[in-house]
């Protein structure tokens, strides 16, 4: 048995804390916030429940998987609903609805192309192939190496890593509105769809093919159940414990440092920022330069808004994308010339239209988020400026005025996740998966330089995104089971 130190309590360290402390190792966690989740916290207010980070359900086999590691179901926990329809998709002469099944969604792109419909289903008949390789194979591999990727199915697929999501939605699809949907749901790994390879389109079917779900009470549960799950299995948990040093002694890891208490160890993992992880070390035990970390390409950040409406709002689903200004243009706007959008997409979700408990009667609850380059200069005027923008667009698009039906709202920008997260460059969602970011080649789960260091979550293998965090505890924690 082994005493390990968790550094963070997001998705990742819970994982990890869960699948170590079954194996009988003694596990503590560190949380410098007053409440577990990392950017999966909860804001209540007034009545009001908001999801501070994470907001969509997908891949439900993966949570099922998890849990039933443990020997656990998800409804254990917490009540789980397929929203119909998923979303809704704004655009500037038409909305688009996707339905929860596939013979729903393709009537929905047959209406607005002809034929596209036939196109749909095989474009996810290929998606559900490359998210069985991926789910089974590919992500769970720990990224220590290129030979991870050479399975029988990846050879067979090697093309798919060269081609990009853009080359294979466009070379089926023409209108600019199915277009737009199908790249859509690689936003979720970071980067633009003409950089992200075409084997990720497996995020087409976890979309069309497995669906949008909704936890009852947010998505806040799900780290509730995973606190319940780890305190079950022994976890200690340590709430407004920042960690500030990450001890060494003769090359391996010895402790940390916390509320200017040394806590010994025999292994760390930081499920923090991995840049800010790495600053708690010496110079000398840093594996990562300054520039490496500067030239990575990032996720989003994101200007978030969180309102309580004293009313229920008209024309809503419980997601819906706002598409009505050019999709390229602000892409560009994050990743090419960083800068704040021109003219925003943006998202609102409403958990209120389907879970009652998010919101007092007759009232809504409203997250908005714009995503952003991450690292842009984040000022009261600005927020307030894009505030004004969304909610100009928000109420013509929906035929409603709601500006005078705001009771409270509250922002979360770029300095909250500098200040709260220790976040690189206030990023939002991670390091952006582009083919010279995937599997072996993002930042390692082992320190190269000090022996019995260790990191997890979205900087990391597999990437961006809730169920790919989860996925990273199991993989930290599989590499210190084999090694002890």
Known sequence: MKKIIIIGSGFSSLSAACYLAKTGHQVELFEKNGTVGGRARQLIKDGFTFDIGPSWYWMPDIFEKFFADFGKKPSDYYQLDKLDPAYKIFFKDDVMTIGDCMDKISAEFERIESGSGKHLKEFIGKAQENYDIAINKVVLRPGLSPLELVTKETVFRVDQFFKTISYEV?????????????????????????????????????????????????????????????????VKINTNSAVDKILVTDGKVSGIRSNDKDYSTDIVISGADYHHSETLLEKKNRQYS??????????????????????????????????????????????DSPQWPSEPLFYANFPSVTDISMAPEGCEAGFFLIPIAPGLNDTPELRSQYFDIVMDRFSRRTGQDVKNSIIFKESFCVNDFIEQYNSYKGNAYGMANTLKQTAFLRPNLKSSKVKNLFFTGQLTVPGPGVPPSLISGKLVSDLITKKT
Do not use: C
């Open 290 to 335: 300054e520039s490496y970390w500067n030239k990575k390409t990032y996720a989003p950040s994101s200007l978030l808004f969180y309102i309580g409406f004293n009313k229920k709002l008209k024309n809503i689903e419980h997601h819906n994308l706002f598409f009505d200004t050019d999709f390229e243009k602000h892409a560009q706007e994050i990743y």
């Open 170 to 234: 466009r070379k089926r699809f023409k209108n600019p509105k199915l277009i737009s949907t199908l790249e859509f749901p690689v936003l979720f790994l970071g980067a633009k769809p003409n950089k992200t390879p075409s084997f990720y389109s497996f995020m087409n079917f976890a979309d069309f093919g497995l669906g949008t779900w909704h936890p009852k009470g947010g998505m806040y549960e799900i780290i509730k159940a995973m606190k319940h799950l780890a305190e079950e299995l022994g």
